[in-house]
C-alpha cells in the first residue's frame, strides 16, 4: 500500500494560483488512480478531481471545471493539482488518496475504494 504526503498549500489572494503536490511511497504508485479531495470547516469532504493510473484520464468536479488541473508523473511518484483563479470558496483542506481497485476509471466511486489518504494541506484563499 501506498503512502501519501501533500504539500504546496499555503494563503493566496483571490484570482492567485497554487500548485499542489502528492507524492507517493512504494514502487507501485502507476497501478493506482489518484485522486484529490477537499474539506472546509463543517463540511463534508468532496471530491475535486481524479486520474486514472496512466494519465489518460480525469475528472473535475463542476465547482473547479476549467480552473484545475490535475495530472500525474508515475517516474516520480507524484500526482499534482494546478489549482488557477481560486476563490475564497476554494478554502480548505486538500487531501490526496489513492485507489488500486478502479485504477481504469476516472470519476466518482464509492468512498471506501480509496485505499490510501494523505494528511491533508491547506488552502486558503483571501479575498
Known amino acids: 500500500q501506498v503512502q501519501l504526503v501533500e504539500s504546496g498549500g499555503g494563503l493566496v489572494q483571490a484570482g492567485g494560483s497554487l500548485r499542489l503536490s502528492c507524492a507517493a511511497s512504494?514502487?507501485?504508485?502507476?497501478?493506482?488512480?489518484m485522486g484529490w479531495f477537499r474539506q472546509a470547516p463543517g463540511k463534508e469532504r468532496d471530491i475535486v478531481a481524479t486520474?486514472?493510473?496512466?494519465?489518460?484520464?480525469?475528472y473535475y468536479a463542476d465547482s473547479v471545471k476549467g480552473r484545475f488541473t490535475i495530472s500525474r508523473d508515475n517516474a516520480k511518484n507524484t500526482v499534482y493539482l494546478q489549482m488557477n483563479r481560486l476563490k475564497p470558496e476554494d478554502t480548505a483542506v486538500y487531501s490526496c488518496?489513492?485507489?488500486?481497485?478502479?485504477?481504469?476509471?476516472?470519476?466518482?466511486?464509492?468512498?471506501?475504494?480509496?485505499?490510501?489518504w494523505g494528511q491533508g494541506t491547506q488552502v486558503t484563499v483571501s479575498s
Open positions: 512504494g514502487r507501485t504508485f502507476s497501478s493506482y488512480a
Open positions: 486520474i486514472t493510473w496512466n494519465g489518460g484520464s480525469t
Open positions: 488518496a489513492a485507489d488500486r481497485t478502479y485504477a481504469s476509471m476516472a470519476g466518482p466511486r464509492p468512498f471506501g475504494s480509496w485505499d490510501a
